[in-house]
Each structure stands twice: as C-alpha cells, then as structure tokens.
C-alpha cells in the first residue's frame, strides 16, 4: 500500500503556523512540522497527543530512590556496619543526599532513554528529512489527504494562498518511513 | 494581542475586599496595640513574625522581577504588574521595621546589659549586637531596598521587548538590585531572626530565609494574578508555568532546610544542636513537621499533577497552604527563644501577624488596581503603550507565539 504525501516549504515561523492552520480548517492531515528551531506551542497546532514520557520519568525516579535507600541500607547496616561518630547503623538522613542524586539519574535517563526507543532513534537508524534545508533556513509542513477530500487545485491554491516557496508531491511505499 | 499588562482586577471586588483587609488589619493594629500594655512579650512576638512574613512578601516583588530580567523572561511580562504591586508593600515593612526598634528590648537577649555582661560570647558579640547598631543596620537595610526596588519597577514599568537599549537597561538594574539585596538580607535575618539565639549560628541561615521569602511570595503572587485575572486572560499554559515555578520553590526549600539539618545532625556538636533540639521537641516538632509538610512535601507532590499546575482554582488553594506553611516556618524560627517549650498563640500573637498579612493584600490588591490601570490609560506614564500601539507588530517573533 503506498500513499501520497505532500511537503510545502515556508521562510518563515509565521508563515508555517498559518499554513499549519490552514491545512488542518482545509481538511488535511498533518503528519509532521520541520523547523531549523523548536517552535513554541507547535506540537498543540499539529495534533500531538500528550506524551507519556512522565511516566517513564516517574517510574525511573521512584526506582533511583528504591535501589539508592537499599543499597545504602545494605551496605552501612547488613554487609559491612562500620560506627560513623556513634550514629544508628541504619541513619536514614545520611542516605537522603545519595538517594535524592540517584532520584534524579535515573529520572533522567528514563526519560531520555524512553525518549530513543519511543521515536526509534537507535543507532544506525537516521531519520527522514524531506528537505535538508530546514535544517538551515527553510520550515517544511508534511501532509496527506485523508481521502481525497481535498482536490489537486485546491491543494495548490491552499499551497499558493499561505505562501509556500515551494511544494512537491511525494509517492511513499510501505515501509519507507 | 492584549494589551501588555493584566487589567485590573474587578473594580467591585477589589473595592470590597480592600474594605474587609482595611477592618483586619485596622482590628490587629487595634489589638496590637491593647497588647502592648497587657501582654507586651507576647504581642511582640507576634509582631516580630508578622513583620518578617510582611518583610518577605514585599521583597518578593522585587526579588523576583530582578530574576526574571536577568533569566531573560519574555513569557511573564504581561504578569510584571503584580510583583510590582508586591514591591508597593515595601514602604509599609519599613514603618513596621521602625516600630520593631521599639519592641528590641521585649525580644532579643543581647538587648539586656545585665544578661550580655555575665556571658563573655555575648560581651564578645556586643559590639555589633546592640540595640543603637541594630536600629541603624536596620534603616541602612530598607534604604537600600526601597532605593534599589524604586529603580527597578520604574525599569520595569517603562521597558518594552523589543528595544535593545531597554533591555540592557533592564539587566543592569536588576544585577545591581540583587547584589545589593543578597548582602543586606543575609545580615537582615541574622538580625531579626537568627539573633534570638545569640549563641547559636548558622552560615547557611541567610539562604533558609531566602528560600522561605521565594516560596511564600511565588505563593501570593499567584493569589494576586489569579485574583487580577476574572476575566480568564491568562492561559493554561502560563498558569502551568507559575505552577512550575512554585513546585521548583517548594523543592528549594526543602532542600535548602534539609542542608541545614543534616550538617548539625551529621556533626552532633554542643554549640549547634540545641537550636534544632528545641524546635523538634514537644509540640515545636509538630509544628516544624507542619512547616516542612505545607512548605514542600505537600504542594511539591500536588504540583507533580500536571491538571492542577494549570488549573487556577488548585493553584490558588495549593498557594493558600504554602503561605500558611509560611507562617508556621516563621513561628517555628522565631517561637523557641521568646516562647520557651510550650509554643503559644493566643489572640497577642496572632492579631499582629493575620494583621501584617492583611496589610500586604491590602497594599498589593490597591496596587494591582491602580499600576494596571495606569497601563491602560493613555496618560503621560504610558511610554510603553503609546509606543507598543505606534508599532503593533514590531516584534513580530514575541507577537506570534500562539496563545494555544
């Protein structure tokens, strides 16, 4: 099964936005946004769903914590107690500061790693640029028509109306993305 | 794009609830002064919290626009109005800081020439701890503060984004500003505060005062902004932003108290732990797990949920603990040493802090009123808004951020 795709390309952030919203009143679906910059409030306009990356972020925290509180328990209190100026072997202040650092480690790459497997960024993977020049000075809107709601003119007035610089069709087989 | 200030909050509301903040305050004041004759140590007390919550809350203003010139912030411009309105109350805090001078007898040790002469630490420390030095720091203190917030609310009342020169001008000030408070509010809470334990000190103490200043004036900024905002100007998104912004000062304060604690804890030595023995005994431990709980944990753990950041109703109440957490946080630092074990707050100690806190709503809610109509008037003032409308879209990268 193959599908066609259409990319406009835009010289502006103000331009892209009102293309993006152009597109979505015309019907369009709006598969993806490029820009040379994050865009503010860009990810509302295309129709992103919220992300769960919190709740990797969440999971990653409360584990750091667990595995930080248990490895110093075990270590200072069962493995090896050693008499630190007379305090309890299982001093639960003196492990705050090693838990609240592995709290935050492992938030962290939970949610970075969460983020790599989730957009399939691994290594040797690279993924696909319609046009290099948005990573210069050009803003690419990425598009498809649901089911040829939308006719060739009226794509191309739409395409004409918001300013594009430049547009071009893409045929996109299974498999390419 | 609205215009580049909050409006003013509704003109009724405003009205009736500087009325009612009028009676509080003017009932407390009335109290206050009954107390002086029946309960003088005990209303003193009282007045010395209330005067450090007032104190805080009014340099909160200024404290934080100076952070956000100097980070750079474009996103609350259009909020400026209020921690402007805060800074208004910096006046008041300075009268009550000239009352205080009288009260230095009824509460701190080292005022008494009998006590300071059979104790060498405080004969050691007497010429700096005493009552003519104490009154002049404390003048030197609000000089400079009220000088420094005067410069920079005008910077911030005339500035606009988009001028380069303005936003030098800005970042200047607002350097200047925080390195002249930094030094002057470090020896401030070791005057007003630390200095009711004489013996005892602590080199982190100036910051465990910043961060309870930073997390109880985040707390009434957001009331003042929610309050000004009736009409539901301010987004979602900025609201989750002031959320954000609490939670990051809740997490501060815990940490910044935790840094404190644990130092003593860790060394165990004579000198520094009765501080910390005399507020985690008895009912003081209570009241200092209070302060930690409605401070830190409990609103840190709130505004983890992203549907209460950015919901105004939430944020308001989660607001409305802090600073009563605040208050207990207060009570705790400055109760011990003029309460003994048992902590007391009848109507002597309560009246003068419900009455300071009503003072700063008052000035800051009457400020809010009249800095955002100022705004909106085209009247001499108004540099920035005769120029914002002669170029509407001059900034064209700021103006069209999508207001989602």
Redesign the interface.
Known sequence: MSRRIHVALYTS??KL?GALRASRKAGLTVLDVMSPYPI??VD??VGIPRSRL?AAC?AGGLLGLGLALWFQYWTSSVDWPIDV??KPWNSL??F??VAFEMTILFAGLATIFGLLLRSGMLPGRSGVIRDLRVTDDRFALVVTRPDAAVTDTELAQLWRDTGAVEHRDIVEREGDR | MTSSFLRPPDARWARSTITSLKWVSGLAAAIFVAGLFIAPQRSWSGFLIGFMALTGLALAGPVGLAFLSLSGARWSRRLESVPRAMARALPAAAVMGLVLVAGVHSLYEWSHSAIVDIDPILTAKSSYLNAPFFSVRLVVFFTVWLLATRALVRVSEQSRDDAPGDRHRRLRTAAIFVLLFAPTWSLASIDWLQSLDPHWFSTIYALVTLAGLGVAGMAAAIVLVVAADRRGEVTAAQYGDLGALLMSLCLFWGYIWYSQYLLVWYTNLPEETPWYIARLSNEWGLLTKLSCLLCSALPFALLLFRRLRRSRTALVRISVLVLIGRLVDLYVLAGPPLMGETPRAGVWELAPVVGLVALFFLVAIEGLRRTAMGATRPSPPSVATAASAAAPSAAPSSAAVPAA
Do not use: I, S, T
């Open positions: 952030e103000e936005l503010h409030g509302d306009l919190p969440l100026g007379g202040p003196a705050a500061p």
